[in-house]
């Protein structure tokens, strides 16, 4: 099975950076992925990474090292509408996805 | 736009009756379609896995003869939640990969069963 942990909430201010992090033990990996969702809305994908480092993406970075079972979400110049439940989710080798409890980031001005 | 479509968007059905919940892949052929639920202030759970052609894989806990799940054809599959009760309500998502990174949601079903 997959056991995935991310902190609960998370508050910045506007224009400012926040960094979201993920530790996962899995029983096989395939992948991991961050997603946006918003209350009462399907999630939307943010990033991909499978193998260690950076991937960078516009305002948004992940990162990811597999020896620790590490990730985090790097989110720059904040804004509003970045208030939203950010969920770290670990793919095994039957592409299913396993995902955190998420993270609330709040945004405020 | 949505390359996975999903409908109905939100339902209220009375205890005991049937919902039946599509989710369409619009561009691409989905041979495998994940099917989770989402309880308020909680993460997505896979309930099962879909194959087009076979039968259904059930996570555990997950009683298959309460979520049937048909994928008939390479673009459509489809979750019915039968003799539903109001414990069922939930939100209800499936998921399809395009290609091998690309996994995306469709829009969601509230689901509430009064």
């Known amino acids: ?109 | 736009g949505a390359v996975v479509s999903q409908h109905p968007s939100w339902v209220i059905c009375k205890s005991g009756t049937s919902v039946k919940i599509e989710c369409r892949s619009l561009d691409f052929q989905a041979t495998t379609m994940f099917w989770y639920r989402q309880f308020p202030k909680q993460s997505l759970m896979l309930m099962a896995t879909s194959n087009e052609g076979s039968k259904a894989t059930y996570e555990q806990g997950v009683e298959k003869d309460k979520f049937l799940i048909n994928h008939a054809s390479l673009t459509l599959s489809t979750l019915t939640v039968t003799s539903a009760h109001p414990e069922d309500s939930s939100f209800y998502i499936c998921s399809s990969y395009r290609g091998d990174t690309e996994a995306f949601f469709g829009q969601g079903t509230r689901l509430t069963v009064v």
């Open chain 1, 1 to 109: 099975g997959q056991n995935i942990d991310q902190p609960t909430e998370m508050t910045a201010t506007e224009g400012a950076i926040v960094q979201i992090n993920c530790t996962y033990q899995t029983s096989g990996f395939n992948g991991l992925f961050w997603y946006q969702q918003h209350a009462g809305e399907a999630p939307t994908f943010l990033s991909y990474n499978v193998l260690d480092g950076l991937e960078e993406k516009g305002r948004f970075s992940s990162f990811l090292s597999r020896s620790k079972g590490y990730s985090y979400l790097l989110l720059k110049e904040l804004q509003m509408k970045d208030s939203a439940s950010y969920l770290c989710a670990v793919r095994d080798g039957d592409y299913k996805l396993s995902f955190g409890a998420g993270t609330t980031v709040t945004v405020r001005a």
